[in-house]
């Protein structure tokens, strides 16, 4: 084995070849970095101010914040108020004009009235009782149809009484006093919102 | 003692025989074979009000006299007033201090106006032209009633005007099947929503002889959901249905079967 053969092999072992070319680079491997450019000045002196002045600025801040807490807190003791429950002053001083001077109501009149309204009581009483009526009808009917699919699969029943998230927004219209006119172009007014910001 | 103490006994043995039934009945054991069948009652609410009885009529009309007795009056019949006392001032041919005031539109004028403008505007009738003739398939007939989908279905060989039903099948749930009869008989195009996973209503009836013999099943239950109309028209021409309200669905349905559905319907 000659000479070279021998460095040559021992070469791999060593760190660094003899005939290696060196990069430059900026990997932490060969520890070389670019420094930031320092372009700032040195910072400026404090100015000293007098503490006199300090405290008069703080107070003033102070005495700000409090006028406005005190200005809120005034206002939460008066409540919003209601334009459909109060009075207006026009209406307060108009009041002895607004009056309506009705003939005084004979005795017959108010024994009908009465009357009516007894009537109406009664009327309105045995609806209250027929609805109720219907309405134990209505659960029983469906208990009943719960109570026959029970007997027949336990399963079933258990199914059919699951909740129903389909019906959970409800919404319904009433019914109304003529119907839909078809193809009525309805005229459009013009909205405008008054109501007052709080 | 001895006594006492057999009585006890005898009590506790009562009392095990109580829970043995009760625990017997907590697990069905169905010893007849049923068929279960689901039906949908579709129903349409009233569009309108209906017209006020006589006793309403008067009570609404003593209300009316007594909100006007409570009231004051308002802006518009003041001005009315003043309105007045003009005119009646002019007659007299007096010289009135602001003279604008007249030459302005009176109340009066205003007020026709409007009630000119009003009775342009004509408000439906409230019966319809499918009242007029009567014809039973529209949705646009007694708008002031509950109507009632009933379909012209073969039950065993015979037709009746039932409630759209159909057979429920394996692995469906009860709301499943109602889901699917809906569609099936009277297809996408209404739009109803079915109220709840609970069937509402119950009718069962018995399979004639030969049958019960042949298919080993007693009869068929019945299972009837509620569903409300919400849109839509029915598209298929060649079925054959109707829309009832109350009375016509008695006099149409199967007595026995109006009595099972007449159960959980409102009244009205």
Same mark, same amino acid.
């Given at each position: 084995?000659?000479?070279?053969?021998?460095?040559?092999?021992?070469?791999?072992?060593?760190?660094?070849?003899?005939?290696?070319? %060196?990069?430059?680079?900026?990997?932490?491997?060969?520890?070389? %970095?670019?420094?930031?450019?320092?372009?700032?000045?040195?910072?400026?002196?404090?100015?000293?101010?007098?503490?006199?002045?300090?405290?008069?600025?703080?107070?003033?801040?102070?005495?700000?914040?409090?006028?406005?807490?005190? %200005?809120?807190?005034?206002?939460?003791?008066?409540?919003?108020?209601?334009?459909?429950?109060?009075?207006?002053?026009?209406?307060?001083?108009?009041?002895?004009?607004?009056?309506?001077?009705?003939?005084?109501?004979?005795?017959?009149?108010?024994?009908?009235?009465?009357?009516?309204?007894?009537?109406?009581?009664?009327?309105?009483?045995?609806?209250?009782?027929?609805?109720?009526?219907?309405?134990?009808?209505?659960?029983?009917?469906?208990?009943?149809?719960?109570?026959?699919?029970?007997?027949?699969?336990?399963?079933?029943?258990?199914?059919?009484?699951?909740?129903?998230?389909?019906?959970?927004?409800?919404?319904?219209?009433?019914?109304?006093?003529?119907?839909?006119?078809?193809?009525?172009?309805?005229?459009?007014?013009?909205?405008?919102?008054?109501?007052?910001?709080? | 003692?001895?006594?006492?103490?057999?009585?006890?006994?005898?009590?506790?043995?009562?009392?095990?025989?109580?829970?043995?039934?009760?625990?017997?009945?907590?697990?069905?054991?169905?010893?007849?074979?049923?068929?279960?069948?689901?039906?949908?009652?579709?129903?349409?609410?009233?569009?309108?009000?209906?017209?006020?009885?006589?006793?309403?009529?008067?009570?609404?009309?003593?209300?009316?006299?007594?909100?006007?007795?409570?009231?004051?009056?308002?802006?518009?019949?003041?001005?009315?007033?003043?309105?007045?006392?003009?005119?009646?001032?002019?007659?007299?041919?007096?010289?009135?201090?602001?003279?604008?005031?007249?030459?302005?539109?009176?109340?009066?004028?205003?007020?026709?106006?409007?009630?000119?403008?009003?009775?342009?505007?004509?408000?439906?009738?409230?019966?319809?032209?499918?009242?007029?003739?009567?014809?039973?398939?529209?949705?646009?007939?007694?708008?002031?009633?509950?109507?009632?989908?009933?379909?012209?279905?073969?039950?065993?060989?015979?037709?009746?005007?039932?409630?759209?039903?159909?057979?429920?099948?394996?692995?469906?749930?009860?709301?499943?099947?109602?889901?699917?009869?809906?569609?099936?008989?009277?297809?996408?195009?209404?739009?109803?929503?079915?109220?709840?996973?609970?069937?509402?209503?119950?009718?069962?009836?018995?399979?004639?002889?030969?049958?019960?013999?042949?298919?080993?099943?007693?009869?068929?239950?019945?299972?009837?959901?509620?569903?409300?109309?919400?849109?839509?028209?029915?598209?298929?021409?060649?079925?054959?249905?109707?829309?009832?309200?109350?009375?016509?669905?008695?006099?149409?349905?199967?007595?026995?079967?109006?009595?099972?559905?007449?159960?959980?319907?409102?009244?009205?």
């Amino acid at each position: 084995m000659s000479l070279q053969n021998i460095i040559s092999r021992l070469s791999r072992i060593a760190l660094h070849g003899p005939n290696r070319v %060196r990069n430059i680079s900026t990997s932490t491997i060969l520890q070389f %970095r670019s420094t930031p450019v320092l372009l700032a000045e040195p910072l400026k002196k404090k100015k000293r101010l007098d503490p006199a002045v300090v405290r008069a600025r703080e107070e003033r801040k102070k005495k700000k914040i409090e006028k406005q807490i005190r %200005r809120l807190e005034k206002s939460a003791r008066t409540l919003k108020p209601i334009d459909e429950c109060e009075v207006s002053i026009e209406i307060k001083d108009e009041l002895g004009k607004r009056k309506r001077d009705l003939a005084a109501l004979s005795c017959e009149l108010l024994e009908k009235r009465v009357e009516l309204e007894k009537q109406w009581c009664q009327y309105r009483r045995e609806q209250h009782l027929t609805d109720i009526q219907m309405l134990d009808r209505i659960t029983n009917a469906q208990q009943k149809a719960l109570d026959e699919l029970k007997k027949e699969s336990e399963e079933l029943y258990q199914e059919a009484i699951q909740f129903d998230f389909h019906l959970m927004p409800f919404n319904s219209k009433g019914p109304v006093e003529t119907p839909a006119v078809e193809e009525y172009d309805a005229p459009d007014g013009d909205y405008q919102d008054i109501s007052k910001k709080w | 003692m001895l006594r006492n103490t057999s009585k006890l006994l005898q009590i506790s043995n009562g009392l095990q025989n109580i829970l043995k039934v009760q625990l017997c009945g907590r697990t069905p054991t169905p010893t007849e074979n049923w068929d279960l069948l689901t039906a949908v009652c579709i129903e349409r609410r009233p569009i309108i009000t209906p017209e006020l009885n006589k006793l309403e009529k008067e009570y609404k009309q003593l209300l009316d006299e007594l909100e006007l007795e409570r009231s004051l009056k308002s802006d518009t019949e003041l001005r009315h007033e003043a309105d007045m006392k003009n005119l009646e001032l002019l007659r007299k041919g007096e010289d009135i201090a602001d003279k604008d005031t007249i030459s302005k539109q009176t109340l009066q004028d205003l007020v026709d106006l409007w009630n000119d403008e009003a009775s342009k505007f004509k408000p439906a009738n409230k019966i319809t032209e499918a009242d007029k003739k009567n014809d039973l398939k529209s949705l646009n007939r007694k708008l002031d009633k509950h109507l009632v989908f009933v379909l012209n279905q073969k039950v065993g060989d015979k037709n009746f005007y039932i409630l759209p039903q159909g057979a429920r099948e394996d692995g469906e749930t009860l709301r499943q099947t109602a889901d699917r009869v809906l569609r099936q008989n009277v297809g996408t195009d209404v739009k109803v929503q079915i109220y709840g996973n609970a069937p509402c209503g119950f009718y069962k009836y018995k399979y004639p002889g030969d049958i019960k013999n042949e298919t080993g099943t007693v009869g068929a239950k019945v299972f009837i959901y509620f569903a409300r109309y919400l849109g839509g028209q029915l598209t298929q021409t060649n079925l054959d249905y109707k829309w009832l309200d109350r009375t016509e669905l008695q006099k149409t349905l199967p007595p026995q079967y109006n009595t099972s559905v007449k159960q959980f319907l409102f009244d009205g």
